[in-house]
């Protein structure tokens, strides 16, 4: 059995004003829980009991259903509960443990955030593969047209910053590796990235790296090394690309990638076969000259048409 407590003077004064089925309504939920309260001409009502606004400071103190797989929370203020799935203090969903006493915010479950702030669709941004909310909600996590959300971090499909690939085609016959038309100042082709996108038709390139788009590097820098490139490619195909794309090591021997190290090794019908022994032995070509300037691994630069950087995609 239950005990009932002994209604309030202040209880009595309400259920006097109310019609008689509000007041039968209201004692029937001072009861059963389960019951909907519903006070004519009040804007704030109990409707679900898997969803429970509480309003008003220490008034506010409403215990709290997560609507969406979550736990019971206690919610202050304007506390709201999660949603998406069957409501419920233990159904599915990617709703978290209720609301957040004060600001109405939703407690989500990792990876998943309530991005559009409305309660009513709960937690409904998967952050892991949402390519507008890529890893966190809002622009500044918004992923580029040429890019895709996966694991939380964009990443680029062509390779290429500038979103346009010309070596290495079609992209489903090589999903990590790519040739990307580019001009540059000389510089180390190990160099980190500035950030910028650039390509050759478009803005120009600080270093080459900046070829590379987003998940994507200068193919064997380190740690990959040459196989990163002669594992993906055979040398008949590298030396068929149209133009000359250059990667992070030299061709006649593989290091040091410096101003006194070999020439840069290259994929493409424009490379200059030196015969070299990097990434294919007796086989890798060079990126070969610009302006009479002997480009080396360390020190390189372009600004010809059809040439460019190797970019590959970390595994």
Known sequence: ???????????????????????????????????????????????????????????????????????????????????????????????????????????????????????????????SSTPENCGGCGEAFACAPDEACEDSQCISLTGCSDGTREGFLPLSNWPRIAGCTAKWPRSSLRAAKTGGACGYETNGCTVPADACGTGWHVCASPPYGPSEISSQATQSECASQPGAFVAAVGDQFCEPCSVDGAGAACCGERCVQQNGNCIYPGMTAWFGMVDNYINVCGAIESELVQRGVLCCRAP
């Open 1 to 127: 059995m239950f005990g009932i407590a002994r209604p309030s003077a202040d209880s009595h004064e309400f259920l006097g004003k109310m019609p008689i089925a509000s007041a039968v309504s209201v004692a029937c939920c001072a009861l059963f829980s389960a019951c909907s309260l519903l006070v004519p001409g009040d804007d704030h009502y109990l409707r679900d009991p898997a969803r429970v606004r509480g309003e008003g400071g220490e008034a506010g103190q409403a215990r709290v259903e997560a609507g969406s797989g979550g736990e019971r929370a206690e919610g202050g203020s304007n506390a709201t509960a999660g949603a998406t799935g069957d409501a419920g203090p233990n159904a599915g969903g990617n709703g978290g443990n209720g609301g957040n006493g004060g600001d109405g915010t939703l407690a989500c479950r990792p990876g998943f955030a309530d991005c559009n702030r409305e309660a009513n669709d709960g937690c409904e941004v998967d952050l």
